[in-house]
């Protein structure tokens, strides 16, 4: 396909949407080859994902089994309707969570198992992310003068579940994945995932590898190739 599909995956508050917005800045602007940028998430990336975002999230109960195809069906729908589209026209799409997502939460922590990456890879027709990038950073449990108690335990158990499960990911397919320490300044970690978008892209066939790395306000910014 002649775009480019990059992923970001990682536990909760490992600054996402943070990057996803400052990487689409940089690649957006003139100086960072004036592309075509699409941000989007899962779930909730189209309305009908909305609708079954509310559903996921509503509050209530929801059966293992039923949110496990509730992600896979907002993913069905937002992958036929605009990502694929969106990669066709040789825009970049910048992702906030995939498939992974469902591996690591569904699959792992949930135990639904392995059957969650095949449901997956069929509702998305077997769409593969060009890059996934693994945002990583130790759970914080804050600094506590006191023993943690049951719910704080079980929330910081589940965290590192999560955090080792995309870790796993990440090093069954170095190629395709980078981990990135997130436990750093905003600036610090824009760098880094920079650079390995850009490398990636330039292997595509998109951009040079040389370009500049980010901040994206950088004002001295040089172009760094036609898209
Ligand atoms: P977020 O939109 O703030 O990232 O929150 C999405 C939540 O949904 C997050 O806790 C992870 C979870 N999730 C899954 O459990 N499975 C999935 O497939 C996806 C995409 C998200």
Redesign the pocket.
Known sequence: MAGFFVVFEGG?GVG?TTQIDRLAGLLRAPAGGGFEVLTT????GTQLGQEL?QA??HGGHVAPRA??LL??A??AHHVHTKVRPALERGAVVIQ????D??I???GG??GLGEEVERI?RWATEDLVPDLTIVLDMEPSQGRLDRELDRVERETAEFAALIRQAFLDLAARDPDRYAVVDAARSIEDVEVDVTAVVRAAMAGAGLGSADAPVGPAADPGLEPWGTP
Not at 41 to 44: C, I, K, Q, S, V
Not at 96 to 99: A, F, G, L, P
């Open positions: 909760d996402k998430r899962e779930p909730g975002r996921i999230m949110e496990a992600y896979a907002d993913r906030d969570r995939y498939v997502s469902s690591v939460y569904q922590a949930r997956s």
